[in-house]
Each structure stands twice: as structure tokens, then as C-alpha cells.
Nanobody
Framework: QVELVESGGGLVQPGGSLRLSCSTSGRTLNPFNAYTIAWFRQGPGKERDFVAA????????FYGDSVKGRFTISRDNAKNTVYLQMNDLKPEDTAVYYCAADRRKINSAIRDPRYDYWGQGTQVTVSS
């Protein structure tokens, strides 16, 4: 069973930064570089929203409109890890952040939350 594990969440003031990590435990995604890895988030009382995604095999990165220019997704395939650098955080970024993985995602479905594997989530709270 593949497990995705998120880390790096916490409490930060508005304007601050956090870096989230998504790695695997148990069975790994093999080959890791073939998988699309995405971040979604779900705020209190809200639906799960797309944040960012990194296509496998050296493909493109995608971002949700609300995080463009502030968040950056990157991956280290040697470490089987994907990162989400979040800068200029705002209170509306407060949510549980989840990573997800899928090997067959086409570009037009990147933002669709139907991914094969999900992590348990990490809480990000932006508050003064």
C-alpha cells in the first residue's frame, strides 16, 4: 500500500512562509518521476480545492489562480519528495493541505481531485 506523508504545516503570521513536503512511505511510487503529484487544500466548511501540481517525466507545473505568484511546487525525484513553497501567506490560505499522486493524469484533468493516492493532510494556519 502506497502512503503519502505530508509535513511542514504549522502556524504562521500573514506575509510569512512555509514549505510543505510530500514523501512516500511503505511501497513507493515506482518510478516516482512518472507520477503527477498535486497539492489540494480544504478550508473549514469548504470543498477541497486544487493548489498546484507537478507533472511527471519532466512535465509542466500547474497552479490554482489564488496561489499563482506566491506558491511554487518542485520535486526531488531522487528523494521521492515533492515540495510546496508557500510565500506571502494570507489568512484565506488557512486549510488542511493534502498531496495526491496519479500516474495517468492528463493535463486537462490536473485540477480534478480524482487521484489514485492521497496523504492524510497537514494543517496550515495563517493568523496574527
Amino acid at each position: 500500500q502506497v502512503e503519502l506523508v505530508e509535513s511542514g504545516g504549522g502556524l504562521v503570521q500573514p506575509g510569512g512562509s512555509l514549505r510543505l513536503s510530500c514523501s512516500t512511505s511503505g511501497r513507493t511510487l515506482n518510478p516516482f518521476n512518472a507520477y503527477t503529484i498535486a497539492w489540494f487544500r480544504q478550508g473549514p466548511g469548504k470543498e477541497r480545492d486544487f493548489v498546484a501540481a507537478s507533472k511527471g517525466n519532466g512535465g509542466s507545473q500547474f497552479y490554482g489562480d489564488s496561489v499563482k505568484g506566491r506558491f511554487t511546487i518542485s520535486r526531488d525525484n531522487a528523494k521521492n519528495t515533492v515540495y510546496l513553497q508557500m510565500n506571502d501567506l494570507k489568512p484565506e490560505d488557512t486549510a488542511v493541505y493534502y498531496c495526491a499522486a496519479d500516474r495517468r493524469k492528463i493535463n486537462s484533468a490536473i485540477r480534478d481531485p480524482r487521484y489514485d493516492y492521497w496523504g492524510q493532510g497537514t494543517q496550515v494556519t495563517v493568523s496574527s
